[in-house]
């Protein structure tokens, strides 16, 4: 069974140009460490070196895919988290690691591609998901397990029992993916100025991550959703 999805009226609004890529998958397994996904991982940082060799922090702001979410988050008075473990894969030599297998997978696509993706285990989402705008008023458990308040404007995601993910904030606690995990949803926010190919490309290396350690997983859905133009 497909995830529905409900794009909200206010967000179509708020962000025109933005999308979301949704990518929902079943048959997962999902181990604390996978050797296979290790040396994938080397590869993915290999990649991820080559492309950006010789250039500094300063030039690498001026990356489209980093400059649209920068731009996002500065009215918030954030700075891009992603951009700051793109920076330590870099510019510090860390490896891309993660809690878990599926985790860590997520993780890779991120860095690659540098674009902004939530997990959830599928079997803890209600119903159907929403993507919608923050009024400023509601409140979710984030994935550490403190109490926030949504900042008014912020791009969110919600199923019929509460918020799966903001932008600002991330994830919540009650969806959060485990070492039982077997099904799991992935959505990936896109603020105006991300190429659709771009989105597509970066759903379909999370989707490749995974089957390095789970060949048998099964796509349930696999869409991207945009705002009006």
């Known amino acids: 069974m497909s995830v529905g999805v409900v794009l909200t009226e206010n967000w179509r609004r708020a962000y025109p140009g933005a999308m979301v890529g949704i990518l929902a998958m079943r048959g997962l397994v999902n181990p604390d460490l996978d050797t296979a996904l290790k040396d994938h991982a080397a590869q993915v940082e290999a990649q991820i070196r080559a492309r950006f060799a010789g250039l500094t922090r300063t030039q690498l702001t001026a990356v489209p895919t980093l400059q649209a979410y920068a731009s996002y988050?500065?009215?918030?008075?954030?700075t891009y988290h992603v951009q700051l473990q793109l920076?330590?894969?870099?510019?510090?030599?860390?490896s891309i690691t993660g809690p878990c297998a599926i985790v860590q997978a997520m993780?890779?696509?991120?860095?690659?591609?540098?674009?902004?993706?939530?997990?959830?285990?599928?079997?803890?989402?209600?119903?159907?998901?929403?993507i919608d705008v923050s009024l400023g008023t509601e409140r979710y458990t984030l994935l550490s397990g403190?109490?926030?308040?949504?900042?008014?404007?912020?791009?969110?995601?919600?199923?019929?029992?509460?918020?799966?993910s903001s932008i600002i904030h991330g994830?919540?606690?009650?969806?959060?993916?485990?070492?039982?995990?077997?099904?799991?949803?992935?959505?990936?926010?896109?603020?105006?100025?991300?190429?659709?190919?771009?989105?597509?490309?970066?759903?379909?290396?999370?989707?490749?991550?995974?089957?390095?350690?789970?060949?048998?997983?099964?796509v349930?859905?696999?869409?991207?959703f945009a705002a009006a133009q």
């Open 73 to 78: 988050y500065k009215r918030f008075g954030k």
């Open 146 to 164: 403190g109490g926030q308040t949504l900042k008014p404007g912020d791009m969110f995601i919600r199923d019929e029992e509460g918020i799966l």
């Open 87 to 94: 920076e330590s894969v870099l510019f510090k030599g860390k």
């Open 107 to 130: 993780f890779m696509a991120e860095l690659k591609n540098q674009m902004l993706t939530a997990g959830h285990d599928l079997e803890a989402v209600q119903g159907g998901i929403a």
């Open 171 to 218: 994830p919540d606690q009650r969806t959060r993916i485990t070492s039982q995990t077997r099904a799991a949803l992935f959505t990936v926010y896109a603020p105006a100025g991300i190429p659709i190919a771009d989105l597509k490309i970066h759903l379909s290396d999370l989707e490749t991550n995974l089957r390095v350690f789970a060949p048998r997983a099964e």
């Open 220 to 224: 349930v859905t696999g869409e991207i």
